[in-house]
Nanobody, 116 residues
Framework: QVQLVESGGGLAQPGGSLRLSCAAS????????MSWVRQAPGKDVEWVSI????????SYADSVKGRFTISRDNAKNGLFLQMDRLKADDTALYYC?????????RGQGTQVTVSS
């Protein structure tokens, strides 16, 4: 079955950086479009970034464009999100997810809190 395990969240100051990781198993990772999505308290799930199996074609939400970088390691079934210049509005529970089935095929999430 699909297993997605996120790590790397934590507390960061505004302007700081964090790197999220996701270990995937149970499906053909290298040919699967993957994503990071997030959910802030009281808000709907929001897609953050998408990456195709080739690791080249990527998309970003306007709110994170130029600050976040998505990448993947198909040899190790790993998905990553480098988050730079963090803002308070980035505070959320971040999920690694298959795209477009992110509502059902996602991990337990890792909390990111941006605060001074």
């Amino acid at each position: 079955q699909v297993q997605l395990v996120e790590s790397g969240g934590g507390l960061a100051q505004p302007g700081g950086s964090l790197r999220l990781s996701c270990a995937a198993s149970g499906f053909p990772f290298s040919t699967t479009v993957m994503s990071w999505v997030r959910q802030a308290p009281g808000k709907d799930v929001e897609w953050v970034s998408i990456i195709h199996g080739d690791g080249i074609k990527t998309s970003y939400a306007d709110s994170v464009k130029g600050r976040f970088t998505i990448s993947r390691d198909n040899a190790k079934n790993g998905l990553f999100l480098q988050m730079d210049r963090l803002k308070a509005d980035d505070t959320a529970l971040y999920y690694c997810a298959k795209w477009p089935t992110y509502h059902s095929d996602r991990g337990q999430g890792t909390q990111v809190t941006v605060s001074s």
